[in-house]
């Protein structure tokens, strides 16, 4: 029994020192990987450096660059013809413009616009049916402009104009919209623009409209004036 018992003790001892040779090991394995250098979190903190001074240029240039608007909806000067034959004809118009930003816009061009006659009765033809599209992304050549300071408001005005309209029937009710764009650029000569599209209401007998007018009128050739009003789902501004 003893030595059986013997033969057990050894055999425990022997199994008591290679879990400790095991764990010695994993110990050395695990300390030589502690001592590898961090390289992920150097790049990491360099990244968020980065991102930090990145965030803080764009923070400052923007507290410091101009944003002009349309300050008031386009105004019709003078009335304005619509004839099936003809074709549309303005009177003079007028826009208003402001600075609203805290920098000076330079260059400032705001003579980007389109004006359409749309029929109530849909064509199947988004030529023909859809308004004018805004796009704060085009790109177009520097001009030599005027520069608008902060808190400043101008009102260019706008010649009269005519433009063709689609094949219409006799006493078809159409609507007209106007879409316009001011384009300018910052001191670093960083191109901005901002894009509004307007629907114009004329005085109405129906007492549903009287209060902002019908957006609807037919081209008889008849003088007619109205007033724009914004279209919140055409605008766009960069």
Not at 42 to 65: C, F, H, P, V
Not at 115 to 132: L, N, S
């Amino acid at each position: 029994m003893k030595g059986k018992d013997g033969e057990n003790d050894r055999h425990n001892g022997d199994d008591s020192s290679a879990k400790g040779s095991i764990k010695t090991q994993r110990r050395k394995k695990k300390g030589k990987t502690n001592n590898q250098p961090k390289k992920p979190a150097k790049r990491k903190g360099i990244g968020y450096l980065i991102a930090y001074i990145d965030i803080s240029t764009w923070q400052t240039r923007m507290e410091n660059e101009p944003v002009v608007v349309h300050s008031l909806p386009p105004a019709l000067l003078q009335p304005f013809t619509c004839d099936v034959e003809k074709g549309l004809s303005t009177g003079n118009m007028q826009l208003a413009i402001k600075n609203i930003g805290k920098g000076r816009a330079n260059d400032v061009f705001p003579h980007w616009m389109f004006m359409k006659v749309i029929p109530e009765k849909r064509r199947g033809d988004p030529f023909v049916d859809d308004p004018p599209a805004v796009d704060c992304s085009i790109k177009i050549k520097r001009a030599e402009g005027f520069p608008l300071d902060v808190g400043v408001e101008m009102f260019p005005q706008i010649r009269q104009s005519v433009m063709s309209l689609p094949k219409l029937g006799k006493g078809e009710p159409v609507q007209l919209y106007f879409s316009n764009c001011v384009f300018y650029w910052d001191d670093q000569g960083t191109q901005h623009a901002t894009c509004d599209r307007y629907r114009l209401d004329l005085p109405s007998s129906n007492p549903l409209d009287r209060i902002i007018g019908s957006p609807s009128f037919m081209c008889d050739g008849q003088p007619k004036s109205g007033k724009f009003m914004s279209d919140l789902s055409g605008h766009c501004e960069n």
